[in-house]
């Protein structure tokens, strides 16, 4: 077996309201700790409340099952075994020592029972001398929290003729016996700091040779790498470092540790944990809800707030060492990263990464800022199990119409667009001479193959600024006026953008962009008309009562669909969103468009619907909408049909996004069911029912 010292990490223990082990928050806080350096696992010790899982030995299976899964058997294990009565400690090692053969020990005396010294000793011996010798011993001394029973130098000598006994987790409350602990350090039997507040005066005491058979036990190591670090500069008798590195540890407990009671120090961690990694834990997991209930009524919102600045302050001083995910089984370390993409040429020529920032919310990818030594680049990974999309990088066919390398009346379109389709590796750069009509960013690199990940995935450069939606929230929270000739100017520019991008002009109506060029032309009006009909009949299931007079009203305006016969290359997600801008020297300009997931080949009044839902019709004022419609119409006819077709797609998709949050609602375990519907449902039916009166 393996010898244990250095950090060994106090873990917590994530279990739901019946205390059964939770496999997904335990599996990431497992990869999160030996991420950041750690030698080590404690499983229910003190942090990982142990004393609860006492008797529940298939629970402690399922944890340290999984726990040896990921290590590997590469990280010694430890499981805190807690109890007055002996035989009860015997048994609970005697089960899990059957199972497992590489596991590490640790236990306490009597929890609740006040023993002389003598009956300690008896109590250890008994233990000791009935196990079998290769199950290694650690003891635990914290008189504080084990009913005053304390365990003192003599003992530990006394019982050093137990070969099993390969040492100690001192509580550090006696400095004295401490001193007189460090006196037995060697290479078969290890000391280690149970007080972590105090790590850098324990180190000190320890002569130097010694210290690399001792160790910490830490819980801040849940979260942090700071300790690999003072172990580090023990074994080098960095003075200096080791003082500062201390107060630095000291001064993030103070603020991430809430001690009201017990147990609020684990339960600080385990919010500063699921903060950590809010965006890749799934909504469903029954513990977070156990834990944020629990921290509500502990914790105000000061609190909270401390610990969340805490955590990202940590994260930005690398104090913390992410992992990154790719939809929820793939995890990956920092290094992991880099090894990953190292062998793409065009990546390498960006020079060493220097940061990853993400992942980043959407509803279809997942996303992280790559900062290179040359270069900042987004990566893009489908990971979306609820939008099945055409399972291509959409820009590199959208990419060559953008600048019209592609053109839609080329006799031999459909052999390179099955050219580029087949494609499953490659970049698309605009040549300066020849830019995109509207502004993009070059697409650095895409891979379709899902032979590095197992996603397809894109390379964009980054576009500086922020989406259009988060700028006018900023304006609104902060009381300034919208009205203004900046943003007349802006929403005039996208009209302008709109009208160009609706000026690549196709001779039909294709389903899918993989039909471009081919001879799989489809009835737009039909598509529309099968389209609407099951988005009738889904919502019919979902509680919509009216589908007579969504009909009837379809039926009454259906020419303006029919008649039309332009067809254009179309964004399908004009919204905020996907709007970047910058605002600087007095005016907004637009950096950017993104979000082209969704792009297709349809008529033009599709691309106004999120437009008018998302952006103009929320602000309701009334010059933005005269400045984008006029700038448009420059291009395009604007008239009273068009608006109407415009009423006919929002239909559309306003049933679509109904059926689809309410689908979302009936798989989703966390949200309660109620007799009201969600707000945005009720918007979606009033809107709705607003069109068809």
């Not at 928050?25 to 700790?33: D, G, Q, W």
């Not at 010694?210 to 190591?221: D, E, L, T």
Request: charged share 25%; aromatic share 12%; proline share 3%.
């Amino acid at each position: 077996m393996t010898h244990v010292n250095g950090v060994i990490c106090n873990t917590l223990t994530f279990y739901n309201k019946n205390y059964e082990i939770d496999k997904e928050l335990n599996s990431l806080l497992i990869r999160h700790i030996l991420t950041n350096d750690i030698n080590s696992l404690l499983l229910f010790g003190n942090t990982g409340e142990g004393q609860i899982f006492s008797d529940k030995i298939e629970e402690k299976i399922k944890l340290i099952d999984l726990s040896f899964e990921i290590t590997k058997q590469k990280t010694p294990i430890i499981i805190g075994i807690y109890g007055d009565d002996a035989d009860d400690i015997l048994n609970q090692i005697e089960t899990l020592a059957k199972k497992f053969t590489a596991l590490n020990f640790m236990i306490t005396p009597p929890i609740t029972k006040k023993l002389s010294s003598q009956d300690i000793k008896s109590y250890f011996e008994n233990i000791l001398s009935s196990i079998d010798p290769k199950n290694q011993i650690y003891l635990h001394n914290n008189p504080g929290l084990f009913a005053g029973n304390e365990i003192t130098p003599n003992l530990i000598e006394e019982l050093l003729e137990f070969s099993n006994l390969k040492g100690l987790n001192d509580s550090f409350y006696n400095i004295k016996n401490c001193k007189s602990f460090i006196q037995l350090l060697n290479k078969n039997f290890s000391v280690c700091c149970g007080m972590e507040e105090n790590s850098q005066v324990f180190f000190q005491l320890v002569p130097i040779e010694q210290r690399k058979y001792s160790g910490i036990v830490s819980s801040i190591s849940n979260l942090v790498n700071m300790f690999s670090k003072l172990f580090r500069y023990a074994l080098e008798d960095n003075i200096l470092e080791l003082l500062q590195l201390q107060e630095q540890i000291n001064d993030i407990r103070n603020k991430i540790y809430f001690k009201q009671n017990e147990n609020c120090e684990s339960l600080s961690l385990k919010y500063a944990f699921l903060y950590l990694y809010k965006d890749l834990i799934s909504n469903s997991i029954e513990h977070i809800n156990f834990i944020t209930t629990k921290a509500q009524d502990d914790f105000d919102s000061i609190v909270k707030e401390r610990i969340e600045a805490t955590m990202n302050y940590l994260v930005n001083q690398k104090h913390i060492y992410h992992l990154y995910s790719l939809g929820k089984k793939d995890i990956y370390q920092f290094h992991d990263i880099i090894k990953t993409f190292s062998n793409i040429d065009i990546l390498v020529k960006q020079g060493k990464v220097k940061k990853i920032k993400g992942p980043y919310k959407a509803d279809i990818n997942t996303l992280y800022k790559v900062i290179f030594e040359n270069s900042k680049l987004v990566f893009r990974f489908r990971t979306s199990v609820f939008l099945q999309l055409e399972n291509i990088i959409n820009e590199k066919l959208l990419f060559p119409f953008l600048d019209k390398t592609l053109n839609p009346e080329e006799l031999d379109l459909r052999k390179k667009v099955k050219q580029i389709i087949n494609s499953k590796t490659g970049s698309y750069i605009f040549k300066k001479e020849n830019p995109s009509i509207i502004p993009v960013r070059n697409l650095i690199y895409y891979d379709e193959t899902k032979e590095i990940i197992p996603y397809i995935f894109s390379v964009q450069e980054y576009i500086r600024g922020k989406p259009l939606f988060q700028l006018i929230n900023q304006y609104i929270n902060e009381g300034k006026n919208l009205n203004t000739s900046k943003f007349l100017n802006l929403f005039e520019n996208l009209g302008e953008h709109l009208g160009h991008l609706h000026s690549i002009k196709f001779d039909s109506f294709y389903r899918k962009i993989r039909d471009i060029g081919g001879n799989k032309k489809i009835s737009p009006s039909a598509f529309f008309t099968n389209e609407l009909e099951n988005k009738i009949q889904e919502a019919k299931k979902n509680g919509v009562d009216f589908g007579n007079q969504i009909r009837a009203y379809f039926n009454n305006n259906k020419t303006l669909i029919e008649d039309d016969k332009e067809y254009v290359l179309i964004h399908n997600d004009f919204q905020s969103q996907n709007i970047i801008v910058k605002e600087e020297l007095g005016t907004i300009q637009i950096n950017g468009f993104v979000g082209f997931d969704k792009w297709c080949v349809g008529h033009r009044a599709q691309d106004f619907v999120k437009m008018d839902y998302w952006i103009l019709k929320p602000l309701n004022i009334s010059s933005f909408y005269d400045a984008f419609y006029k700038a448009y119409s420059k291009y395009h006819k604007v008239n009273n049909d068009f608006r109407k077709k415009i009423e006919l797609y929002k239909l559309l998709w306003l049933l679509n996004e109904y059926n689809f949050e309410s689908d979302l609602i009936r798989k989703s375990k966390q949200i309660p069911i109620i007799n009201t519907v969600p707000s945005s449902l009720e918007n979606y039916l009033f809107e709705i029912k607003a069109i068809i009166r």
